[in-house]
């Protein structure tokens, strides 16, 4: 699947801003610092983001959940 291919459902980051595709996905991860990046929560996100791109179908599920799960993780741990 392409890298621009949509998210069912957009992901939420903030209540002005959300992100629609794979391609913006990975682009806020790359924004963020180095040492975030690397933390688990982030690299499962990446992972998953990878394989919806390279083989579509329900990891683009998987690459959502990720998303909002490493996402929301500073809010369980607050």
Known sequence: MPWSTAFDD???VSDKRQ????QEAADYIM???EDVQHEPRWQT???T???AAETGGG???FARIAML???N???RRG
Request: net charge neutral; aromatic share 4%; proline share 8%.
């Open 19 to 22: 992100l629609l595709t794979l």
């Open 49 to 51: 983001l990878i394989n």
């Open 69 to 71: 799960r490493a996402l």
């Open 10 to 12: 957009p992901v939420r």
């Open 73 to 75: 993780a500073d809010d």
């Open 45 to 47: 996100a990446i992972e």
């Open 31 to 33: 924004r963020l610092p």
């Open 59 to 61: 990891w683009m599920m």
